[in-house]
Each structure stands twice: as C-alpha cells, then as structure tokens.
C-alpha cells in the first residue's frame, strides 16, 4: 500500500464548477497536510495547509481533513482553466521523520471553458 | 523575499560525466530537501539536510548520488559517472516549521 495514495486523473470540470480533488494516507500518526499545484514543466507550488480535523479555507481554496478516515481534500470552488495543473498531496510521516513530507503522485486537473 | 534559487537550470551531459548541482536555499531555513521527478512521476525523496544533524540519505538511489550542506547555506548534489537513467528534474526545497518551498529545478539529460 502506498502511503500517500491519490487518483491520477484527469480530472475534467468545466469553468465555475467545483472540483473536489481527495487524497489518503496510511499512517495514522500524520499531523501535517499539505497540497501543490505543479503546472507542467514547473515546480511545486504550496497552496494549503491543514493540521486540525475539518475545513480551512482560503480564497477559492477549502482544504478538508478527517483524520478518523485518513482521509484529506481539497475543493476548488469557481473553478478556472487557470488552475488546469497536477495537484500533489504532501503528508508528514512519523514514520520517516517529523519534517519529512511524503507526496502523492498527484491529480491532473483540466477546466475546460 | 528571494525564493529557493537553483542551477543551472538545464544541464546537457554525457554518459559517464560526473555532474554537479546547486541549491541556494531561503535564507533562515534550516531544513533541505532534494528531490527527483522523472517525466511524467511523481516526487522522488533523496536527501534531507536539517541544521547540523546528520542528513537523511534514505532516499540516494546509489552511491553515485552525494549531497553536501554546509550549515544552514548552499547545498550540493552531485552525480558520479551519470547514466541516461539518471535524467530528470532535481528539485530542491528548504522548509522552516514544516513548510516547504520549492526551487525552480535543474533538469538534467544525460546523452
């Protein structure tokens, strides 16, 4: 089992549509969540982060996390062709050490106009 | 404030050529990461570097890979006798209290 696990995609949502991008984990001692956007041809960009059970927003941001599930999301809302990118999901793992972040292989988003 | 910089940003080389990358971390950050990214994967972890602690080399795919940090300053990955194998993104990241940013990557092919 991959410790990190999200679906590759794409996903495809048209312009001003929510996309709901999901993600989990499989170490129960993780504390800190994170989620990228990597345009292609670019490096990783942080966007979010969350350590407590429940929503944090920010902007057109919303990202969720239930603990209990190992379970963590993020939602776009208004999507744009603009955020059309593979969204990476980071989890800290005890496992591997406090700083260390594992990184999903990421979900292909495309807004269509 | 200047983000993580690194270079060169595109490197050529042939097979066998050893090479040798550079990351210039956010100024204060004491952790380091190295990362590889093949076309079309994932993040690869490599090494971690934090403060003076001996680093986390868990990730070096074999002893052709080494990194080196000075302190909580510029960081080197070198790579002995490239293979094709070896060509890719390396991504480096500093990170201060769990958040880590990236730098723009070199991407490496080797001939």
């Known amino acids: 089992q991959k410790e990190v696990e999200q679906n590759s995609g794409p996903l495809s949502v048209p312009e001003g549509a929510i996309a709901s991008l999901n993600c989990t984990y499989s170490?129960?001692?993780?504390?800190?969540f994170f989620w990228y956007r990597q345009y292609s041809g670019k490096s990783p960009e942080l966007i979010m982060s969350?350590?407590?059970?429940g929503d944090k927003e920010d902007g057109r941001f919303t990202a969720q996390l239930n603990k209990a599930s190992q379970y963590v999301s993020l939602l776009i809302r208004d999507s744009q062709p603009s955020d059309s990118a593979t969204y990476l999901c980071?989890?800290?793992?005890?496992?591997?050490?406090?700083?260390?972040?594992?990184f999903g292989t990421g979900t292909r988003l495309l807004v269509s106009p | 404030g200047a983000g993580v910089s690194q270079s060169p940003s595109n490197k050529v080389t042939e097979k066998g050529k050893d090479v040798e990358l550079r990351c210039d971390p956010i100024?204060?950050?004491?952790?380091l990461y190295w990362y590889r990214q093949r076309l079309g994967q994932g993040l690869e972890f490599l090494i971690y570097?934090?403060?003076?602690?001996?680093?986390?080399k868990s990730g070096l795919p074999s002893d052709r890979f080494s990194a080196e940090r000075t302190g909580e300053s510029v960081s080197t990955l070198t790579i002995q006798r490239t293979q094709q194998e070896d060509s890719a993104v390396y991504l480096c990241?500093?990170?201060?209290?769990?958040?880590?940013?990236f730098g723009p990557g070199t991407r490496l092919l080797v001939l």
């Open positions: 990241a500093s990170s201060e209290q769990g958040l880590q940013y």
């Open positions: 170490d129960r001692g993780s504390q800190s």
């Open positions: 969350i350590y407590s059970n």
């Open positions: 980071a989890v800290n793992s005890l496992n591997t050490g406090f700083q260390k972040l594992v």
């Open positions: 100024s204060g950050h004491t952790a």
């Open positions: 570097f934090q403060g003076n602690s001996a680093p986390d």
